[in-house]
């Protein structure tokens, strides 16, 4: 079994970073920007400073509205481009979470920059006939990510200014119409964290962690159109889809994956345990 879940691990953790150069901002390693793009950013020299050892956001941009701002036509041109998919959703720019941002950027320019983003994800668990099920969504056909693909319950990114409880609060009543008084009922159980290299991008990603027990007789209902359906599932089954396919959208399969090792599902006795656990926080 676990050979079939480490693959999961490796393959959201292939990054090889003799392919990209650090992005500073105030000598502080914010990102990583392949070695392929480096054009673009020195066509605007008086924004990037571009060496061999680096790309840098030049200094007189003293303020995080001042880069915020110098980068958004940038940043615009370069979506008329198809460099990246813009996703009118400004996300931090930090070197920890807890940390006041540098600046603000698009969502979808973040993989570009190879600048870290964050999100939150919700295992929405319940008892059936003395059994343990979860609740997945299936990814709306919509969904510009991974559609129709399985996906935790809730899960959604950090939009500039809210916190990690905002969003989960935020997305519970979008994604599955769960009253904020449940809601608030939710644990927050750990993070995992992965660096994946993506079409000439870094996909550097860390996730918050919730676990919810629900009502037998509750069921989610989608209010965004972002889910076309949700399944109460076997905790058995759920782990099964894991292993044998690939309905999961991939980041999903590693918060089920840390929900298999949290509650004994999968333990240190087994082959590749120690690859596993230390690859979801890398």
Known sequence: MSKKLLRWVTQCNQHNPQHFIPFYIQSQAVGAIHHSRIELFQEHPDIFTVTSEAIVLQDHLHTPVQRTHALAEILSHWQQKNYFRGRNEYYRVCTDFTLPALMEMDRGATSLFGVRKYGIHLNGLTWRDGQLHMWIARRSAACPIFPLRL????????????????????????????????????????????????????????????????????????????????????????????????????????????????????????????????????
């Not at 959604?156 to 997305?171: I, M, N, R, S």
């Not at 509750?218 to 965004?224: A, I, V």
């Open 151 to 282: 996906d935790q319950m809730v899960a959604g990114g950090l939009t500039a200014g809210y916190t990690a409880q905002e969003v989960l609060l935020k997305e519970s009543a979008e994604e599955a119409n769960i009253p904020e008084k449940l809601v608030k009922q939710a644990k927050a159980v750990g993070l995992l964290t992965y660096t994946m290299d993506q079409e000439q991008t870094c996909l550097s990603n860390t996730l918050f962690l919730y676990d919810i027990f629900l009502p037998e007789d509750f069921k989610p209902q989608n209010t965004d159109g972002e889910v076309e359906d949700f399944y109460c599932l076997p905790i058995d089954e759920v782990i099964a889809k894991v292993k044998e396919t690939d309905e999961f959208k991939t980041n999903s399969n590693l918060v089920i994956i840390d929900f298999m090792v949290r509650y004994g599902y999968l333990t240190p006795d087994e082959t590749h345990y120690s690859e596993i656990v230390q690859g979801l926080v890398s």
